[in-house]
């Protein structure tokens, strides 16, 4: 098959990395036929029926190439990212930070994929894997029978953990007398906020608690009633450490959410000009400014005692929730044993996976295996070797350590810095190792461009719609 052939790739999953795959592809002039189970059939934790819906929280982390998050987005503006330019047409006040509305994120990604003319959307579940050029990007909430597919295949049993959503509230119903809007250390992002509610002068509003007010809230916390899993769960419950339930969380300590998501460093609280003891911070949602979700508040709870418990919060004393947390179970495939690092099948050249489902955690690494799936597709499909890549980028680190970890003890991995061969010599200073980082990995990545490794299309990127 070439570029110019008919026959479609069938990508499965229309999330973060099946949608960005889809595009790449089309771009480079592949038929693509992309199977996406929602409407017809829902999960645990999507809302709506569009692609790429984020679910857990609205950020893809921090945006400073020094930063591990910021240097995987940078790697993937390099090579052309759907993902990231409909992130950055949508992106919210956040610091640091890459924020997006969820909504109108999704609705452009949604739009720029059902109008691609090489790209066809089947509403449909695939409950097992095809003959043909296949990338299964179902990720981590893939279907029961598709799941059982995968097993098959695998001849083993998918892996899995637990992961939680954080609540939503109401702007009007935040109490700012008792609340106020700062980025930690004042770096906010320069975007144009919403000041419905108070001074817009922060990206983020501020719940302050005291000493006495956070070992009230953290013993109802504790106390509170959970989601009872089910008994089969019941049997190993894992939960993945970058998003662990809050009350999870506070049972490991007295101080573990003051040093956690409720940690006040950076912060000062305008009524007494000093930091508080312990905060909770909330971040637009939404386009519109109405929305805010409570950083770093995952939690299982059940829905009543949610309402009891965080009302207790200063300044949510009258909170309206728009959406309460649920926990829900993901799965995820023994990388280590299944894929190589050019995310192929271990024997089955056709086959590619890509997104959480293989372990690379988080947003923005999902994206990053949907892109490098879909530039080794096209070099297959075209007679032309696949490439895995350079492991001095973020993103061949984190595809070097999910298909290179123990198996025994694999589990799902967000990018990091401590992923990447060390430095020569070593440089001390943390801040100047992990600029020196991001200078080598992007210099790695130019080189690996140049030498025709990308498959980049000939032709301009086509344009998004309404660009």
């Not at 990338?135 to 049993?157: C, F, R």
Request: charge should be neutral.
């Amino acid at each position: 098959m070439t570029a110019k052939d008919p026959s479609p790739v069938t990508i499965i999953g229309a999330g973060l990395a099946g949608s960005e795959a889809a595009w790449q592809l089309a771009n480079r002039g592949f038929k693509v036929d992309l199977y996406e189970m929602r409407p017809k059939r829902q999960t645990a934790a999507h809302q709506s029926d569009d692609f790429a819906e984020l679910v857990c929280s609205n950020s893809m982390g921090a945006q400073a190439i020094d930063r591990a998050q910021g240097l995987l987005k940078a790697e993937l503006r390099r090579l052309g990212s759907l993902i990231i330019r409909c992130a950055d047409r949508n992106a919210l006040p956040a610091g640091g930070a890459l924020a997006v509305g969820r909504e109108s994120f999704s609705a452009d990604v949604t739009s720029a994929i059902s109008e691609h003319p090489n790209i066809r959307v089947i509403r449909s579940e695939v409950a097992a894997i095809p003959a043909g050029p296949v990338i299964v990007a179902t990720g981590p909430l893939t279907s029961d029978a598709l799941a059982s597919g995968i097993g098959d295949l695998a001849g083993q049993n998918y892996l899995y953990f637990y992961d939680a959503l954080a609540p939503i509230v109401r702007l009007e119903s935040i109490n700012m007398p008792s609340a106020w809007r700062q980025s930690r250390y004042d770096r906010d992002s320069g975007k144009p906020g919403n000041s419905a509610g108070g001074d817009s002068s922060g990206d983020y509003i501020n719940c302050p608690l005291d000493a006495e007010e956070y070992a009230a809230f953290l013993d109802a916390l504790r106390g509170a009633e959970r989601i009872e899993l089910r008994q089969f769960e019941q049997e190993d419950e894992r939960f993945f450490e970058g998003c662990l339930p809050v009350e999870v969380l506070a049972g490991r300590g007295e101080r573990s959410l003051a040093f956690g998501p409720m940690r006040p460093v950076g912060l000062r609280d305008p009524r007494t000009g000093r930091r508080p003891h312990a905060v909770v911070q909330l971040r637009q949602d939404n386009l519109a400014g109405s929305l805010y979700n409570m950083v770093g508040f995952q939690t299982n709870l059940s829905w009543p005692e949610q309402r009891r418990v965080f009302r207790m919060i200063p300044g949510l004393e009258r909170a309206e929730f728009v959406r309460l947390g649920q926990m829900h179970r993901n799965t995820f495939i023994n990388s280590p044993i299944l894929l190589r690092p050019t995310l192929q099948w271990h024997d089955r050249d056709d086959l590619f996976f890509a997104g959480q489902i293989i372990g690379s955690e988080g947003y923005v690494g999902s994206t990053s295996g949907g892109i490098l799936a879909a530039i080794n597709m096209a070099r297959l499909l075209s007679g032309e070797t696949a490439h895995k890549l350079p492991p001095v980028t973020m993103m061949g680190a984190i595809f070097h350590y999910v298909t290179h970890a123990e198996s025994k003890k694999f589990q799902p991995m967000k990018g990091n810095f401590g992923l990447m061969p060390p430095l020569q010599p070593h440089v001390r200073k943390k801040k100047e190792r992990y600029q020196q980082y991001a200078e080598r990995a992007m210099a790695a990545l130019e080189t690996w461009v140049a030498q025709g490794k990308a498959a980049l299309p000939e032709s301009p990127v086509r344009p998004l719609p309404h660009e």
